[in-house]
């Protein structure tokens, strides 16, 4: 027998395990080869994920994509080309990117499974969360300045020295454990996570228009030198995207730089 509250339990966790999958957007930047294209798709397909976005690829998806997807033809047919990776996830809320190798500068770095995690709690906490999967050229991943528009860095543990997977291996050990997480949800009662935000959460354009604002200030102020830049934008980068801003803190923000702007005449 249920109860009407195990009932609604049950709807909520429905609810969530559905946005879970519906909600991830995979990324393929600059892809080279376009059977790599093609096998992403299917892998994609395969864990019940359906939003594909092409960064300036190489090659567009061809005969070979096609050959390669084995029948996961609507994904390709639907994919989205985006000229940069700032355009592909210019809409998202969460942006995860992955990594073969370490970075300079690290970034908060998580596994396959705490990366589904992740986006569960997303899916949970901002249902209309977009949420978007980043991979990397087939010869060098991602750059440096692709990376830091992510909040976090999936590492595939592998032997320390053969790291790099083919990218769409890459894309179905990760697409693979969200259908872990898909499934859990689907049995388990409703995990014991925060409720919904109050607020909407910041996109990542809105975000970047703030870095484009806070660092025109800090010029304006000689706080920040561009010919000796030091890290200190990717730095105040790393905190905020640790922060992982709403809409009114983004807000707030935006209102502190321009009352400084106003403050020390640098804006009449
Ligand atoms: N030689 C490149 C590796 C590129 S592999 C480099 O040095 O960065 C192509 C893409 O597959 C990567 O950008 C990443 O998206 C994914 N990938 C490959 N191996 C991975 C791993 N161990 N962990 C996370 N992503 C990986």
Redesign the pocket.
Same mark, same amino acid.
């Given at each position: 027998m249920t109860t009407e509250i195990d009932d609604e339990n049950r709807v909520a966790d429905k609810k969530l395990a559905s946005s879970l999958l519906e909600r991830v957007r995979i990324v393929l930047v600059n892809t080279t080869h376009t059977g790599n294209i093609g096998a992403a798709a299917r892998a994609m397909k395969n864990m019940g994920l359906s939003q594909l976005t092409l960064v300036a690829p190489k090659n567009e998806p061809d005969a070979e994509s096609y050959a390669r997807s084995s029948r996961a033809d609507e994904i390709l047919d639907q994919a989205v080309i985006a000229k940069d990776l700032e355009a592909a996830v210019g809409d998202c809320q969460l942006v995860i990117g992955? @990594? #073969? +190798?370490q970075r300079n500068l690290c970034w908060p770095l998580i596994t396959p499974r705490q990366m589904a995690d992740e986006v569960a709690k997303a899916a949970q906490s901002y249902p209309q969360a977009n949420i978007a999967l980043v991979? !990397? +050229?087939?010869? +060098? !991943? %991602?750059t440096n300045e692709e990376l830091a528009l992510c909040h976090f860095h =999936? &590492?595939?543990p592998?032997e320390e020295s053969f @790291? @790099? %997977? &083919? =990218?769409a291996a #890459?894309v179905q050990v990760l697409v693979y454990e969200l259908r872990v997480k898909w499934l859990e949800l689907q049995d388990a009662g409703l995990p014991d996570w925060q409720d919904e935000w109050d607020v909407d959460w910041a996109d990542s354009a809105g975000v970047e228009r703030f870095y484009q604002h806070l660092e025109q200030v800090l010029v304006g102020l000689d706080f920040y030198d561009p010919e000796n830049p030091r890290n200190l934008m990717q730095r105040l980068r790393r905190l905020y995207q640790r922060a992982r801003l709403d809409q009114t803190e983004l807000n707030i923000l935006r209102g502190i730089l321009t009352a400084t702007e106003k403050a020390s005449g640098l804006k009449k």
């Open positions: 992955t @990594s #073969a +190798r991979f !990397g +050229r087939e010869d +060098r !991943g %991602l =999936v &590492n595939i592998t @790291s @790099s %997977l &083919n =990218v #890459a």
